[in-house]
């Protein structure tokens, strides 16, 4: 099975931009569809942002639309979160997630998940 670990996060002022990365290990990243998950503090975890095994469908929650970019390459074993123009309510552990997937399209329910990394943005 595959192994997820994510990377990136930080302490960033409103308004900024971060990239976080989710290395994958184990298994080929190009065998899952991938997403993005975040958790801030009291509050349950949400769907951000999801990517098809093939790159071509891409979907986002409302609430990143527009600020937030997901990519992957499957020659680095890598998914990327581009994130600008943050703001301080996307302060959250931020954790990559996969799924075997049954067609080329973007999944709702993973299987697979890393442990996190904590993005916090000042106001």
């Known amino acids: 099975q595959v192994q997820l670990v994510e990377s990136g996060g930080g302490l960033v002022q409103a308004g900024g931009s971060l990239r976080l990365s989710c290395a994958a290990s184990g298994r080929p990243l190009s065998d899952y569809a991938l997403g993005w998950f975040r958790q801030g503090p009291g509050l349950e975890r949400e769907f951000v942002a999801g990517i098809s095994w093939s790159g071509d469908s891409r979907a986002y929650a409302n609430s990143v639309k527009g600020r937030f970019t997901i990519s992957r390459d499957n020659a680095k074993n890598t998914v990327y979160l581009q994130m600008n123009s943050v703001k301080p309510e996307d302060t959250a552990v931020y954790l990559c997630?996969?799924?075997?997937?049954?067609?080329?399209?973007?999944?709702?329910?993973?299987?697979?998940w890393g442990r996190g990394t904590q993005v916090t943005i000042s106001s």
């Open positions: 997630a996969a799924v075997t997937p049954d067609s080329d399209s973007v999944v709702s329910v993973y299987d697979y």
